[in-house]
């Protein structure tokens, strides 16, 4: 009689990041963040996360159906319907000249800005915090196109006024002459 060995496998009760992130296909930065989010429920031995089975299930279990992008989902387009587009062409397409997509981004910092408009960038920081014509991303200051532009409107107008008080007739005699 042969008796072969026969190895049960048992279901795992927890995983820890490494073993999670494998488990279900996403990165070892994405379940922190979802633990840090409270999105994720996390055990921790010792000073490891550990992460239960079930409460991994759970997590999956929530995510939307939908992505949060505006694209539309995959799960719109049937094989039957034909409306699948197919990949996207991967050699680009020569576009004509004047259909080409501004290339230069949307905000940009004040380092980047200030050569441009002849000032240091302590000073465009400083109009650009006194004027409100500015976006904060984070902790740091941006600046779009329009608010290039304003901040360029305002410096003229003050350099103007301030040359106007040069040039004005009360300020010609010198009292102290």
């Known amino acids: 009689m042969n008796l072969e060995t026969v190895r049960v496998e048992k279901p795992k ?4 990041l490494e073993e999670a992130a494998e488990a279900t296909g996403y990165s070892v930065s994405t379940l922190r963040i979802a633990i840090r989010r409270n999105n994720l429920i996390a055990s921790y031995a010792n000073t490891k996360p550990v992460i239960l089975a079930e409460e991994l299930r759970d997590w999956l279990k929530s995510l939307p159906t939908e992505p949060r992008s505006g694209h539309a989902p995959l799960s719109q ?9 197919g990949p996207p062409e991967r050699a680009p397409s020569a576009a ?8 230069k981004p949307v905000f940009r910092t004040p380092e980047e800005v200030a ?11 400083q109009f650009a915090r006194q004027t409100g014509f500015h976006t904060r991303i984070g902790k740091k200051i941006m600046l779009h196109n329009d608010d290039v532009s304003r901040l360029v409107t305002w410096m003229r ?3 103007d006024k301030a040359d106007e008080w040069w040039t004005s007739a009360e300020h010609e005699k010198d009292n102290f002459a």
């Open 77 to 85: 387009y049937g094989d039957e319907d034909g409306l699948w587009p």
């Open 96 to 103: 004509p000249e004047d259909t080409q997509l501004n290339t």
């Open 13 to 16: 009760l927890a995983y820890n």
């Open 115 to 125: 050569p441009e408009l002849g000032v240091s960038k302590t000073a465009l920081r």
């Open 157 to 159: 107008e003050r350099q």
